[in-house]
Structures are given as C-alpha cells and as structure tokens.
C-alpha cells in the first residue's frame, strides 16, 4: 500500500491504484470521475490519491491510459494467432463488433455506453498512434509474406486499419449492415486486404 504518512508525493502511482483510477473511468466516465471514488475503491485515503496522482486529470490520464493498454492488449490476443493480415484485421473487425454489442466481450470488460468513444475522445492521439504502430508490424510481416504490397508504408497501412476498425465502433450496426461478428469479420477482412494486396 502507498505511503500515507506524509504530504510529499510519492515516486509514482501503483499498478493497483492506476488500475482502479482505471475502472472509475470505465465506470463513470471522464465527466464522473471522482478522486474520492477512487480512494474509497482502493481502500486509501483521499490524501493517498491526491499525493500520488497530484490531481484530478493526471489520475484520468492515468486511467485511460491503462484501458488503451487494455483495449490493445485484449485485442492483440485475438488478432497475432492468425496468420495472415486478412485473417488479423477480420479478427479485430469480429471482436469490435461483439464489443460494441456484448459488454463481456473484451477482457477485461471495457465498457459504459462506449469505452472506446471515451478514448477517441479524450485519449484518441496516443491511441491511433499506439494501434497503428501495432498493426504497422503486422503489415511488415505480411510485406514478408507477400500478402500484401512491399512498397506500402507500414505505419500509413496500420493508421488506415485503425480508423476502419475503429468506424466500427462508432458507426450504428444498422448504417455498416453487418449481420453478425462472422460477417464483420470476412467482410472487414476483406475490403481492407483488396486495398492492400501487390500492386502488378
């Protein structure tokens, strides 16, 4: 437990304390976060949370921070078994979609009306810019491959498989006309690897 004996800030929040700061925002979102909430979910006092976080908005910096990891992480274990590129961004594509209609489908759940729509909000650069640096590798496996054409660029590749994926999310089911996670999946798969395959 962090040190509740002085006024001093500490050297930096636990992963405890970060994870709860965390799952206030997943629960109450940036507008209902509240560091007493916090305090009381961890188990410390009020002063805990203050000298460790130093206020308010580092405490939700911090929270969306560990559910961009989350979200990334809960889909990289999804999407890296596949392999071929068609087969990873269909995977993503299938689990977004039972995301956005099943709030146990990431793990772990990452959930209030919409928990990505919060990050694209208030946290949307670092996570474009984490997710495309994710899928920029997968690209340069499938370039190796000869999945897809050697001349792309990778990051510019994996930042235009992020905004699709993540139109899924923000895009009522009913306007994208998918009929279920599998048809998400093979459609999404494939209308991003025709744009993508070797140029002849």
Not at 182 to 195: C, F, V, Y
């Amino acid at each position: 437990m962090l040190n509740e004996s002085d006024g001093a800030q500490t050297a930096g929040p636990t992963l405890e304390l970060v994870r709860v700061a965390a799952e206030c925002v997943r629960r109450n979102g940036v507008r209902g976060f509240r560091l007493s909430e916090v305090a009381a979910s961890a188990g410390v006092s009020r002063g805990t949370v203050y000298n460790t976080f130093g206020d308010k908005q580092a405490a939700i910096n911090a929270g969306l921070a560990y559910l961009c990891s989350a979200f990334i992480d809960g889909l990289a274990a999804a999407v890296t078994p596949q392999p071929t590129l068609r087969g990873q961004v269909g995977e993503a594509a299938a689990l977004i979609y039972e995301h956005a209609t099943t709030p146990q489908a990431l793990v772990p759940p990452l959930r209030t009306e919409s928990i990505i729509t919060t990050l694209l909000e208030h946290y949307g650069d670092p996570l474009c810019r984490t997710w495309a640096a994710f899928w920029a590798t997968l690209v340069a496996e499938a370039q190796r491959r000869g999945e897809v054409d050697a001349g792309l660029d990778t990051m510019q590749a994996g930042d235009w498989i992020v905004r699709v994926l993540l139109s899924l999310e923000i895009l009522p089911f009913s306007v994208a006309g998918f009929s279920n996670a599998d048809d998400a999946r093979s459609r999404i798969g494939d209308l991003m690897l025709d744009g993508l395959t070797p140029r002849r």
